[in-house]
């Protein structure tokens, strides 16, 4: 059972870019989801997904796409990076019934460091 | 959506003090506030939680505490060890999980 697994755990990239953090989990999870941690900001929620098939926004949504094609993946894509992205990056999965969510709690992957240049 | 507020930012105790932390919420229908410690260059890691019907839990050195009418709840750390020294997030949960913006706890021995 290997959890919630994040590729790559470091990216440099150059302004405008494109990328997709990989986030994948073996724990049956309906509920998925994408935070960027920054300096004395927290865990900040960018998407997240109730299911396979469904997403939604978060707090900071603006220059991510995701989707929901499996149980198993949730991918994060970066169209044109920039500075302002740089960030440690982690995918957190949880249980959930479907098109609700449960009090459950998340379980993190180990994170990836992007650097925007 | 959600909006949680976490003080102090920082907390500095010597070994074997107290430590308490405090989060408030804004979303009267979250219900579920999980607490978590993040060490250096790790992932956050669970310590404890608490569910909104609920008012206090405890797991050794730690409890939670949850006043829903005020929509605030508590970190309590009892006997600090040098070992508790990381960061520390707060989080309410309605439809998605928000944080707080943590606190860095120093415990000198």
């Known amino acids: 059972n290997a959890g919630v697994t994040q590729t790559p755990k470091f990216q440099v990239l150059k302004t405008g870019q494109s990328m997709t953090l990989q986030c994948a989990q073996d724990?049956?999870?309906?509920?998925m989801s994408w935070y960027r941690q920054d300096p004395g900001m927290g865990l900040r929620l960018i998407h997240y997904s109730v299911g396979a098939g469904i997403t939604d926004q978060g707090e900071v949504p603006n220059g991510y796409n995701v989707s929901r094609s499996t149980t198993e993946d949730f991918p994060l894509r970066l169209l044109s990076a920039a500075p302002s992205q740089t960030s440690v990056y982690f995918c957190?999965?949880?249980?959930?019934?479907?098109?609700?969510?449960?009090?459950?709690?998340?379980?993190f992957g180990n994170g990836t460091r992007l650097t925007v240049t | 959506g959600e909006n949680v507020e976490q003080h102090p930012s920082t907390l500095s105790v010597q070994e074997g003090d107290s430590a308490v932390i405090k989060c408030t919420y804004s979303d009267s229908a979250s219900n579920y506030f999980p607490w978590y410690k993040q060490e250096l260059g790790k992932r956050p890691q669970l310590i404890i939680d608490?569910?909104?019907?609920?008012g206090e839990k405890k797991d050794q050195r730690i409890a939670v505490t949850l006043n829903k009418t005020a929509k605030h709840f508590s970190l309590h750390i009892t006997e600090t060890q040098p070992e508790d020294s990381a960061v520390y997030f707060c989080a309410a949960k309605k439809s998605d999980m928000r944080f707080g913006a943590g606190t860095r706890l120093t415990v000198k021995p």
């Open positions: 957190a999965s949880s249980y959930s019934n479907w098109g609700t969510v449960l009090n459950s709690p998340l379980h």
């Open positions: 608490i569910r909104s019907n609920v």
């Open positions: 724990m049956n999870h309906e509920y």
